[in-house]
């Protein structure tokens, strides 16, 4: 890790720290605000040009993309996890405190808040709460979201223009303003895949990848396997990255090939984890 002194990084406050990874890429005009204490931006992560940051602490997990024009801020700390992808002009509101899973898709022109205030209250105005924002892993706002301080549980989705005010279920899938379960009529987000499926799949796709490249499978090895639980580390897996299917992780080596694979598989192919554990 190191410590960015990059040009294209304002620092509206000089105690912030700001931690980035390898592999990132941090667009122009990047501000971060004067509330800023700690940035952290992990492993091939992308911040877009023109992105105003403004909450005390920030952490972005690896392969994760913030696009152009967002505006992230907040007086709680912020976690964002890995291979999120938030699209352009979105606005995350961390007043009441957000925490954003891994695997999260955000659309374009998307509101999430963790607040509503504004009425006075010495007149009477009742509308006046603070209240944590939790996505959880694999949760989907399609573009033009306004999400309410509520829990998402994993693999939800919100259609395109939706306005969600109540908990979403896991799996379920809501659309309208205010929005409604349509799981009856949509179907959920996933669905269940064996293991030995999922294994075809994937094996088809690291092949795809080769060929795309021009890679001879010598130069860029992978070992599948069904479970971390029932893993056995071996010497002869040095030089190879081992993906783990049920847990939908992999314990990377950081190579370059393995680094294009990554990408490849974003963000609609597949997405894994980081462990480092061996």
């Known amino acids: 890790m190191i410590r960015s002194n990059d040009n294209k990084v304002i620092k509206m406050n000089p105690e912030t720290n700001v931690i980035i990874n390898d592999r990132c890429h941090i667009g122009k005009n990047v501000r971060f ?3 800023c204490k700690i940035i952290e931006i992990g492993y091939g992560s992308n911040i877009g040009d023109d ?40 606005v995350i509101d961390s007043i009441g405190g957000c925490f954003i899973g891994n ?7 998307s509101q999430l808040w963790s607040h509503i205030k504004f009425g006075d209250t010495l007149e009477g105005c009742k509308w006046n709460s603070i209240k944590k924002l939790i996505i959880e892993d694999d949760v989907w706002f399609v573009g033009h979201s306004i999400v309410s301080p509520i829990h ?7 259609m395109v223009g939706g306005v969600i005010t109540k908990d979403m ?7 309208g303003s205010p929005a ?14 064996s293991i030995e499926e999922k294994r075809e799949e994937f094996e088809v796709l690291y092949l795809e990848f080769l060929k795309l490249k021009g890679i001879h ?4 090895k992978i070992i599948i396997h069904e479970s971390y639980a029932n893993y056995v580390s071996g010497d002869t897996e040095d030089n190879f990255t081992i993906y783990f299917l049920n847990e939908r992780t992999y314990i990377p080596t950081r190579s370059e090939y393995e680094f294009q694979f990554m990408k490849y598989l974003l963000y609609d192919k597949a997405k894994f984890i980081p462990t480092h554990k061996k």
């Open 33 to 35: 605000g004067p509330q």
């Open 51 to 90: 992105v105003y940051i403004d909450v005390p602490e920030l952490y972005i997990g690896e392969y994760t993309t913030v696009h152009k024009g967002n505006t992230i801020h907040g007086y709680q700390p912020l976690h964002i996890g890995h291979n999120c992808w938030i699209g352009q002009s979105c």
């Open 103 to 109: 695997n999260v898709g955000i659309g374009a022109y």
């Open 152 to 158: 998402a549980k994993k693999k939800s989705m919100l």
């Open 169 to 175: 279920e896991e799996n379920h899938i809501y659309g």
């Open 180 to 193: 409604k379960d349509l799981t009856d009529k949509l179907g959920m987000q996933f669905r269940n895949k």
């Open 217 to 220: 499978e010598k130069e860029f």
